[in-house]
DNA sequence: CGTCAAATTGACAAGGCTCAAGTGCCGTGG
DNA sequence: CCACGGCACTTGAGCCTTGTCAATTTGACG
């Protein structure tokens, strides 16, 4: 498998802290395992040890908890140039799943060469730290999403989330684009039923927000969108 | 003021990564300015430039935003030790807000001189990543909590939670202690309101799980606490 | 003793869930 | 090429958990 498939992680670390030629050429050294998987394919399961450390580089996927009723909560989506499991550097047992929500392929190596990379140069440990820092300002909007916003902001908020961060990644406009998830998963993020998201999603396709076709979705009208769903992404931290 | 003040910062971050003799004179040596705050004092506003950091040594704290028509998320309670806003390390501009909740004292010093000392100390380094990540669990519990679990296990988890925590932090059994927190902000947690709360405390006092005399609490029944709660303290991370 | 915030309780309303039935789409195999 | 099966999506009806509103009570403190 050619490096450029490092490409998209590659990427996304740089736009979290300029590196340098060295950080990168330390990353493209990394011995690697590219491996191609389906959607619904578990790649982390909760209480595993994890030993490798493993990037989305094409398709999506979602971490998730369940709950003793078999109630299960998505607490992120995860989209090219992503680290699935960057906790994994300094904890060793997954607190939670990740799972592809479509056909994907990810990229395995070592965790402790990562570890040594990151021992090694400042420039990718401060990226990486950056990252966990973006995700928590994520699950704290999340814990806004579900705890204090209706059924139609919770789900307007998470096509914000993802169509802002789709462009971030460079996967393309905003305006446009098809969703790989279920309503099943985007009621499991949302803490609704899949009942209710297809409700919802109705009601603002209806009121003119959105046109849907199938899973493709247009974004007719952003500034109403963003205003339903209480969407300001400041807390995606997209300019370092 | 004394130095020795320090002491539950770097008795917790010791717990996250041993740290060197090194590495504490160099915190020992940071310019600090203590301050005695009473609760309900805005500590960080969302939107704030920070440029000092900011250390709990007493009392509690929250952090919490706000949606559109005023409701409020309380995203995680804070107590002796606990950093307020170690994002801001990296981050220069706070996405949520951060306040008292009891009478407190913290301790400010200027943000670049912890840059400094984490860049010179990598033991500080990866045990503040190592707390950032800690964070970062918590919230992924949160979204769980207050996304897939009824009331009832809702305002069990939280109380499960502060409780173990509290323990963790050298603040005292698990069994008995006071809550700093009233009924509202135990609803801004939960995604619940003050009234359901109350109904849900009445409610598990009746069924003998604990008892309340004020806001101090004796939890008689443990292990059917954490069954109603799903409490399960692996997401803590206590056992670095 | 007065004041104020917090806690408590009851009656009622409503947002979202459950259950159930049906539709549409797409890949697979005959 | 068409029939079939399965999964996702839709939609309706009724229920239930939780929210809303409002009135009291309690407790801390000056």
Redesign the interface.
């Known amino acids: 498998m050619p490096r450029d498939y490092f490409e998209a992680w590659i990427s996304k670390m740089h736009a979290l802290n300029t590196l340098q030629e060295s950080d990168i050429a330390a990353i493209r050294k990394l011995p690697t395992r590219s491996v191609e998987i389906t959607s619904g394919t578990t790649i982390i399961s909760e209480g595993q040890l994890v030993s490798e450390c493993c990037i989305l580089l094409e398709g999506f996927a979602c ?1 998730s ?1 369940l ?2 009723e078999g ?3 998505i ?1 992120s989506f995860h989209m090219a140039g992503d680290m699935l499991d ?2 994994h550097l ?2 060793d ?1 997954a ?2 799943n990740v799972e592809a929500i479509s056909a994907a392929t990810v990229v395995f190596f070592p965790m402790a060469d990562l570890r040594k990379i990151v ?1 090694d140069n ?1 420039g990718i ?2 990226a990486l ?2 990252d ?2 973006v ?3 994520i ?6 999403n ?4 209706d059924a139609k ?1 919770r789900v307007a908020h998470m096509l914000c989330e993802f169509a802002a961060r789709r462009e971030a990644a460079g996967l393309g406009s905003p305006e446009r684009f098809d969703l790989p998830m279920t309503q099943e998963q985007i009621g499991d993020a ?2 609704l039923t899949a009942v209710h998201v297809n409700r919802m999603l109705r009601q603002l396709e209806e009121e003119g927000v959105f046109e849907r076709n199938g899973r493709n979705v247009r974004i007719s009208d952003w500034a109403q969108m963003k205003r339903v769903a ?1 969407f300001d992404d ?2 995606l ?1 997209l300019a370092a």
Chains 1, 2 share one sequence.
């Open positions: 971490r908890k709950n003793r109630g299960r909560q607490v960057i906790q300094l904890f047992k607190d939670h021992d400042s440990a401060k730290w950056r966990c820092l995700d928590a300002s699950f704290r909007e999340w814990v806004l579900v705890g204090r916003r902001s949302t803490g209480e400041g807390y931290h």
